[in-house]
């Protein structure tokens, strides 16, 4: 049987925050995980996109867009990698306080953009017939429709690497397997310490 062409599509802050945070795996080699879930006698990786957006340093983690930097250069080292941004939303809202006595003005930050930009790629490389397999490195139950499309009207498969405890049923039926990230294979497919590119060496983040 010939190998199935794969495209991988990860939903970076999904990634985060359902396997990665409060971590020593963030050093994560996005190639070597996909490769320790996807059978090399089965599927060729023709494709990895990341989505995310540019984080902004706040008062109490100045170095947070510091570290995010290292590791966006790290990725690039990475072949057939591509990066794909969206960006970050900020604004005040009131919050009720947990003992009922009143609000609290605070500043809430939203990721926007990721789940279109995931949708939008994904149908386009299946129209471009770039992929047979598209793998879906997520739990966005909102991925749904652009899943059912892909499998049902443009005869694609996909299958589904969960950050998250359990898949979620909206996804796991158009999906041919669901795989839960674990962190063995984190612990497993970290970047070295150093990495050299174009720029010079890149060095993991002292805290993580």
């Not at 306080?97 to 939203?110: I, S």
């Not at 499998?151 to 999906?175: D, F, R």
Request: charged share 25%.
């Amino acid at each position: 049987m010939s190998q199935l062409r794969t495209s991988v599509y990860i939903d970076g802050f999904n990634l985060y925050y359902g396997q990665l945070k409060g971590t020593s795996y963030k050093w994560l080699n996005l190639l070597e995980l996909c490769r320790s879930y996807l059978d090399e006698t089965k599927n060729i990786i023709v494709k990895i996109k990341y989505f995310t957006a540019r984080v902004k340093s706040r008062p109490g983690d100045p170095d947070q867009s510091v570290r995010q930097h290292a590791y966006l250069r790290a990725l690039q080292t990475l072949p057939d990698m591509e990066i794909i941004y969206g960006h970050f939303l900020s604004h005040v809202v009131s919050m009720p306080l947990a003992d009922g006595t009143g609000y609290v003005n605070v500043v809430k930050t939203e990721e926007k953009k990721s789940d279109v930009n995931i949708a939008v790629h994904m149908l386009n490389d299946a129209y471009r017939d770039v992929y047979d397999l598209a793998v879906l490195v997520s739990n966005d139950s909102d991925l749904s429709e652009p899943l059912r499309i892909v499998t049902q009207e443009m005869n694609k498969k996909v299958g589904i690497l969960n950050p998250h405890k359990k898949t979620s049923n909206e996804l796991a039926k158009y999906a041919i397997f669901q795989k839960k990230i674990r962190s063995g294979a984190l612990a497993t497919c970290q970047f070295p310490f150093e990495i050299n590119d174009q720029h010079g060496i890149i060095r993991k983040p002292q805290s993580w």
